[in-house]
Antibody, heavy 116, light 107 residues
Framework: QVQLQESGPGLVKPSETLSLTCTVS????????WSWVRQPAGKEPEWIGR???????NYSPSLKSRVTISLDTSKTQLSLKLSSVTAADTAVYYC??????????WGQGTTVIVSS | EILLTQSPVTLSLSPGEGATLSCRAS??????LAWYQQKPGQAPRLLIY???NRATGVPARFSGSGSGTDFTLTISSLEPEDFAVYYC?????????FGGGTRVDIK
């Protein structure tokens, strides 16, 4: 059974780049598409973007200028980079496979706080 | 961007009662509408995908219906573990979007 595990720094300084990794186990990373989703405390989830196994990406228009999502098939990992972070980027960050589809699987999430 | 509006914001019910949650989209999502349940400190759990398909392991008391821009999640008889926040999400067009949520709490 496929499992997803997010990892990365829990604290990032304002104006720096947030970098997270999602490790996929128990399944192939070359099928489905893979998304990053974040959720500020007490608010609804927000989709950040996705990457297909081909390497094609789609990003949320509101974050597009600051986001990069990549896939490392040899390590079965996907990564998220979000530049120039502010306090508004504080949230729980999730990686998800096939977000909302029949193959949907989510990680447990990792909390990122932006603070000096 | 497709906007999803959920109603009501809060639903106060007793165990054993039925619940009807609504999700309205600003334009057609082509049937690609999902429902999630979320409890405090947990990731969202997929309940329904593509309007009416139950995800693996989801009890039969959960059902989804709708088409076009109007969708409904029905819980036939609330169990104690069903009191949570529910979100709808569309993948008919990107950016994928989520509704603002409906909290189902104990009356």
């Amino acid at each position: 059974q496929v499992q997803l595990q997010e990892s990365g720094p829990g604290l990032v300084k304002p104006s720096e780049t947030l970098s997270l990794t999602c490790t996929v186990s128990g399944g192939s990373i070359t099928t489905y598409y893979w998304s990053w989703v974040r959720q500020p405390a007490g608010k609804e989830p927000e989709w950040i973007g996705r990457i297909f196994s081909s390497g094609n990406t789609n990003y949320s228009p509101s974050l597009k200028s600051r986001v990069t999502i990549s896939l490392d098939t040899s390590k079965t990992q996907l990564s998220l980079k979000l530049s120039s972070v502010t306090a508004a980027d504080t949230a729980v960050y999730y990686c998800a496979r096939d977000c909302g589809g029949s193959g949907s699987v989510w990680g447990q999430g990792t909390t990122v706080i932006v603070s000096s | 961007e497709i906007l999803l509006t959920q109603s009501p914001v809060t639903l106060s019910l007793s165990p054993g009662e039925g619940a009807t949650l609504s999700c309205r989209a600003s334009q057609s999502v082509g049937g690609f509408l999902a429902w999630y349940q979320q409890k405090p400190g947990q990731a969202p759990r997929l309940l329904i995908y593509d309007t009416s398909n139950r995800a693996t392991g989801v009890p039969a008391r959960f059902s989804g219906s709708g088409s076009g821009t109007d969708f409904t999640l029905t819980i036939s008889s609330l169990e104690p573990e069903d009191f949570a926040v529910y979100y709808c999400q569309q993948r008919g067009d990107w950016p994928l979007t989520f509704g603002g949520g409906t909290r189902v709490d104990i009356k």
